[in-house]
């Protein structure tokens, strides 16, 4: 059989945790038929999921699940909250297959660095998404708007790659994109997911602060008074991005921030929500990173910085236990 005719691998997929993102991608592929192991926290089970679609219409799937991952070949698909990924993969280590590709889906950035450094031979891929998913009770999730999903590895990544004599030869990036994208569409592969994950993260840099602090949902910033602040935010964002060597432009920022705000009218922020329900936020790898980086290419962000006070403050206070 001539070496493209080769039937694509049978694809192990394991999505370590089992929250909206997690259960929509997961139901997803055991939607396609494919082989998935969700891992839980200690204490949690489950034998199924279940996933209402966009038209409404709800599936159930017997789904495989522990608090361990199945030390295999596979799709380890990281469906954390930003601040949880780094304790997690060290928890879940040892279980960690010299073969498996780590994908880091989520918002926010500053994660790549501390998982290169405890898997430095592994592949580790990036994602952003813009699918919408709620999950309604425990391993429930309703898909709730249609997005696509954009998968890369950083440079640092492909030197990994160009070395023919290491590379695991069970699982390769066109069949982990397709079979993807069959489960999900739309699912593609970015030659450069560092681009899309800067603008991901300046949307949620403008977004996310002023939708939480204001208790509003995100339609609001499209009142003409928030302008000069998403404006201020794209401006310093993008100074950032630039000096770090990424290629953004204020007015594209700007003009993609009220594209999300209009597409996103009628929704509260993950911020917004975390702030609702006393959760942590995702604050220190959104506005948090900017500010780092821009301290260590010596760039002033005074907008970005109050913001993150601010957000930090109330943070803080709400989350304190009642006296
Ligand atoms: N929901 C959405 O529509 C979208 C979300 N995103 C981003 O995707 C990421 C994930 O979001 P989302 O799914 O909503 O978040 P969730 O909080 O719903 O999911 C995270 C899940 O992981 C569990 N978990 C935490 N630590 C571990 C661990 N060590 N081992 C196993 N499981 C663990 C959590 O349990 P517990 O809650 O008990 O801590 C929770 O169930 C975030 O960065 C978010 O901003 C991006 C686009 C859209
Ligand atoms: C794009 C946006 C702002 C949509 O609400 C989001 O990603 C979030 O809420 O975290």
Redesign the pocket.
């Known amino acids: 059989m001539a070496n493209e005719e080769v039937a694509m691998a049978q694809i192990t997929w394991q999505i370590?945790?089992?929250?909206?993102?997690?259960?929509?991608f997961a139901a997803k592929l055991k939607q396609q038929g494919e082989q998935v192991h969700l891992?839980?926290?200690p204490n949690?089970s489950t034998s199924s999921l279940t996933l209402v679609n966009l038209d409404g219409k709800t599936h159930r799937f017997e789904v495989s699940a522990s608090?361990k991952l199945q030390r295999q070949a596979s799709v380890i698909l990281v469906?954390?909250?930003?601040w949880?990924v780094t304790?997690?993969i060290k928890?879940?280590l040892t279980n960690i297959h010299p073969d498996s590709i780590v994908v880091l889906?989520?918002?926010?950035m500053g994660t790549l660095a501390p998982c290169q450094a405890l898997l430095p031979h592994h592949r580790i891929w990036q994602a952003?998404?813009?699918?919408?998913?709620?999950?309604e009770s425990a391993f429930a999730v309703r898909h709730?708007?249609q997005?696509e999903t954009l998968i890369g590895h950083s440079q640092l990544q492909s030197l990994i790659e160009l070395t023919p004599a290491e590379q695991p030869q069970t699982l390769n990036q066109a069949d982990v994109v397709t079979a993807l994208d069959d489960a999900l569409p739309a699912s593609r592969w970015s030659l450069n997911i560092g681009h899309a994950i800067w603008t991901k993260l300046v949307i949620?840099c403008a977004i996310n602060p002023l939708t939480a602090l204001q208790q509003v949902r995100n339609g609001i910033l499209a009142e003409a008074h928030y302008r000069p602040s998403l404006q201020r935010i794209c401006q310093e964002c993008c100074a950032v991005a630039n000096a770090d060597g990424v290629a953004l432009k204020t007015d594209d920022l700007l003009a993609k921030v009220e594209q999300v705000i209009h597409a996103t009218a009628n929704n509260y922020s993950?911020m917004n929500r975390d702030f609702f329900y006393q959760?942590p936020t995702?604050n220190d790898?959104i506005l948090g990173y900017v500010i780092a980086r821009a301290k260590a290419l010596k760039i002033t962000v005074s907008t970005c910085q109050t913001l993150y006070q601010e957000l930090q403050h109330r943070e803080h206070t709400l989350c304190q236990p009642p006296s």
């Open positions: 370590l945790g089992a929250g909206a993102i997690g259960c929509l891992v839980l926290k949690k608090d469906c954390l909250k930003a949880q304790d997690a928890q879940h889906l989520h918002n926010g952003s998404t813009t699918h919408g998913a709620l999950l709730t708007g997005g949620n993950s959760r995702e790898y």
